[in-house]
């Protein structure tokens, strides 16, 4: 077993939804990440799937210090980094990095690869030199797959694929421990997404790095994650290996996102039963009492209404259902 090297625990970000234009009173909460939990291995790739809204890049962003957390612990290496000021926090900010999900907006358009790469250098001064960052800038570009020469070259000018490799040569610049991938390849070709796959996993070997892999697909997230978990509306309902999620999921919610994902092969597609949700996702303002995937779930009894699943360990991994059971015709295999 690794070294943990971030550790979450209840971790809570709530937005007041506020009215008013001069006297603003608050009227409610939205629920965007509620009370999640989970620790993230040295080396090892950590899948977050869920639909859109469920408060994955939320949680992405509270990891990094760009929200503030309501309430809850995140710990790096056994230091909490909600208490971390000064130098201490400086030397987080090189630790933990991000790579966003639109290669495009994310790069300043008036900035050359070479300025954007090398920015980081800008502020934490101790890891290059002045005179040494071009080199240094260089063989970032070189690692992620790009031609050195093309330093002087602005991001408009690389394609969507090359765009996201240079927001992966920023985020090595200050050679960090985790890497926070927010939907890194949503925005890109198929066949872009599995090159950019590859060298996320190359890279991950080269530095030794560990990543939290957020995602919407959950092919994708199989092919990079050694683990997986699975939110909705803001709570962790399924946690477990690549193995146990797509081989033998027990919760509902995880069982129709699999259920869902297209079989390429047509002998097998006829075996795989198809679940339809109905309903909308509740609104994270107002979720439902109990168990929130209640409205949505078939399997919903009066407890699931007065009485909130806890994850717990139920047929060898974490899921939070009364009711957890494999299904047998809807895993991954």
């Keep these: 077993m690794s070294e943990t090297i971030l550790e979450v625990r209840d971790l809570v970000k709530h937005f007041p939804v506020q009215v008013g234009v001069l006297f603003k009173r608050t009227i409610g909460h939205v629920k965007a990440v509620d009370g999640v939990s989970f620790d993230l291995r040295k080396g090892e790739t950590l899948g977050v799937v869920g639909e859109s809204g469920c408060g994955k890049s939320t949680l992405a962003q509270v990891l990094m210090r ?7 612990t995140v710990k790096f290496e056994g230091r909490d980094i909600f208490g971390l000021k000064g130098q201490e926090l400086r030397r987080l900010r090189r630790d933990i990095q991000i790579v966003l999900q639109d290669p495009y907006t994310s790069l300043n358009p008036r900035m050359t ?22 080199r240094k800038v260089q063989e970032l570009l070189e690692v992620v797959g790009l031609n050195p020469e093309h330093i002087n070259r602005y991001p408009h000018q690389f394609s969507g694929g090359q765009r996201q490799r240079i927001g992966i040569a920023r ?7 985790v890497i926070i991938c927010d939907e890194p390849v949503s925005a890109l070709d198929v066949s872009v997404q ?25 092919s994708v997230v199989r092919h990079l994650s050694d683990r997986v978990a699975v939110m909705y509306l803001g709570k962790v309902v399924e946690l477990g290996t690549d193995e146990q999620i797509y081989e033998h999921p027990t919760h509902p919610y995880t069982q129709a996102l699999l259920s869902a994902v297209p079989v390429p092969d047509p002998e097998l597609r006829g ?15 107002n979720p439902p009492s109990g168990c929130r995937f209640r409205t949505r779930c078939w399997k919903a009894q009066d407890i699931c209404a007065t009485e909130e699943p806890p ?16 299904h ?3 895993a991954v295999v």
Excluded: W
């Design 66 to 72: 760009l929200e503030k957390a309501t309430s809850g």
């Design 113 to 134: 690869v070479g300025d954007l790469v090398g920015e980081p250098f800008e502020i934490h001064t101790e890891v290059a030199p002045k005179g040494d960052r071009q």
């Design 171 to 177: 985020a090595l610049a200050l050679r960090p421990k």
């Design 194 to 218: 599995a090159q950019v796959m590859n060298l996320l996993d190359e890279l991950q070997t080269e530095f030794d790095l560990s990543y939290v892999f957020i995602a919407h697909d959950l």
């Design 271 to 285: 075996r795989r039963e198809v679940i339809r949700l109905t309903g909308d996702v509740p609104s994270p303002v």
């Design 311 to 326: 994850l717990t360990e139920r047929l060898g991994h974490l899921s939070a259902c009364h009711f957890a059971e494999e």
């Design 328 to 330: 047998p015709h809807v």
